[in-house]
T-cell receptor, first 111, second 115 residues
Framework: RKEVEQDPGPFNVPEGATVAFNCTYS??????FFWYRQDCRKEPKLLMSVYSSGNEDGRFTAQLNRASQYISLLIRDSKLSDSATYLCVTGHTGGGNKLTFGTGTQLKVEL | DAGITQSPRHKVTETGTPVTLRCHQTENHRYMYWYRQDPGHGLRLIHY???????DKGEVSDGYSVSRSKTEDFLLTLESATSSQTSVYFC??????????????FGDGTRLSIL
């Protein structure tokens, strides 16, 4: 079982739709959580950190449920430019500031 | 964007040859990382460094070595390349001198093909 699990998709949605991605993690020692975005043949880029109380950045909302070890990302009013792969990422104690990456969920926003 | 430069960007080589990939940063971050990314596996950590001459293994370190003689440079070496090391290699940096894990920032990647 992978430490960070994501539905690979693809999620095909029309422009303007709301879409939600979920992610589960198995390491209960995980302390930091992030969503990254990766465009085709490009490097991963930090989209947002995820805080225990939930947080929002424009059209993006991230939530964390530590009890269920579950992280979510909600995208409202999808744009064509949101088409990408979204990586769920956890960090935990143990030194090295190491992160564990999910394999990603692919989003395709269509006209 | 974080000041991270990877070189070369693309490389094709033959099995058994040595290969060195370079990561150069201008952010003065203490931590540097090498990952490989393959379909179905996502990003996997090869080696990382927490300071000059201080390195440690990641989850897929076999067949790879690293060196860090200066804060700004982190080299990844494949001593004798094999076809299974064909992949996209990413360098990342982070600044952990704050409480909690910090996000990592990635270079553009190196596409390595071993024939």
């Amino acid at each position: 079982r992978k430490e960070v699990e994501q539905d690979p998709g693809p999620f095909n949605v029309p422009e303007g739709a709301t879409v939600a991605f979920n992610c589960t993690y198995s390491n209960s020692a995980s302390q930091s959580f992030f969503w990254y975005r990766q465009d085709c043949r490009k490097e991963p880029k930090l989209l947002m950190s995820v805080y225990s109380s939930g947080n929002e950045d424009g059209r993006f909302t991230a939530q964390l449920n530590r009890a269920s070890q579950y992280i979510s990302l909600l995208i409202r009013d999808s744009k064509l430019s949101d088409s990408a792969t979204y990586l769920c990422v956890t960090g935990h104690t143990g030194g090295g500031n190491k992160l564990t990456f999910g394999t990603g969920t692919q989003l395709k926003v269509e006209l | 964007d974080a000041g991270i430069t990877q070189s070369p960007r693309h490389k094709v080589t033959e099995t058994g040859t040595p290969v060195t990939l370079r990561c150069h940063q201008t952010e003065n971050h203490r931590y540097m990382y090498w990952y490989r990314q393959d379909p179905g596996h996502g990003l996997r950590l090869i080696h990382y460094s927490y300071g000059v001459k201080d390195t440690d293994k990641g989850e897929v370190s076999d067949g790879y070595s690293v060196s860090r003689s200066k804060t700004e440079d982190f080299l990844l070496t494949l001593e004798s390349a094999t076809s299974s090391q064909t992949s996209v290699y990413f360098c990342a940096i982070s600044d952990p001198d704050r409480v909690g894990n910090q996000p990592q920032h990635f270079g553009d990647g190196t596409r390595l093909s071993i024939l």
